[in-house]
């Protein structure tokens, strides 16, 4: 009889599988209470939003984990994630995600969306201040702004691939943000329909 390895799952297939799971109950009192919950940890350290350690930490791997007492690479792109997740999902019905797995269309895909009419210029603004953020933080805090954009602009009809989200912003803080922020930009500013651009880093 062979014995079957185990299938490594990278960040990318974690948040996948929460996201997946999260869907599979959006009409429910219960997970609506579960991304109330990640958008109120926005800006919190995660050591005081216990209420998402188990959606989190149900699914993570050990290897994942710190041993430092600091989030790891992992977690801080996972948790970060989720959070821009449930803010894009607030007063949705169907799910904001683009779930297919083998698409690997970036954010810049999706903001690109919000570039119509006289408001174009501005958004521009906004995408190059994200994509010439100097910390993780700044990174974020502009992303976040950015979500809400699309949440109330996009009324539902532009949805983010949240699982590439989460590898991007892993590979973000392991060095390769300049690579990140280039694919990003590519695909925001290019004039292909709804381009699909594979990144070479996966995790």
Do not use: C
């Amino acid at each position: 009889m062979t014995e079957t390895k185990p299938v490594k799952i990278g960040v990318r297939g974690i948040v996948f599988k929460i996201i997946s799971r999260l869907e599979s109950s959006l009409d429910t009192s219960s997970t609506r209470a579960t991304l109330a919950n990640l958008r109120n940890s926005l800006g919190r350290d995660i050591e005081t939003s216990v209420e998402i350690w188990p959606l989190i930490y149900e699914h993570m791997p050990e290897k994942f984990l710190s041993k430092s007492g600091n989030l790891t690479a992992e977690e801080r792109a996972i948790i970060t994630t989720l959070q821009l997740y449930a803010v894009h999902q607030q007063g949705q019905a169907i799910t904001v995600n683009e779930n297919e797995r083998e698409n690997y269309a970036n954010i810049g895909n999706a903001l690109k969306l919000l570039r119509t009419g006289d408001s174009s210029k501005a958004i521009d603004r906004r995408f190059n201040a994200m994509i010439t953020a100097s910390t993780y933080n700044e990174l974020e805090n502009h992303l976040r702004y950015l979500v809400k954009l699309v949440r109330s602009k996009g009324k539902g009809t532009i949805r983010i691939n949240y699982s590439q989200l989460a590898n991007d912003l892993f590979w973000y803080q392991l060095g390769k943000s300049q690579a990140i922020k280039l694919s990003w930009g590519r695909s925001y500013y290019s004039q292909v329909n709804s381009p699909k651009e594979e990144t070479n880093h996966e995790q």
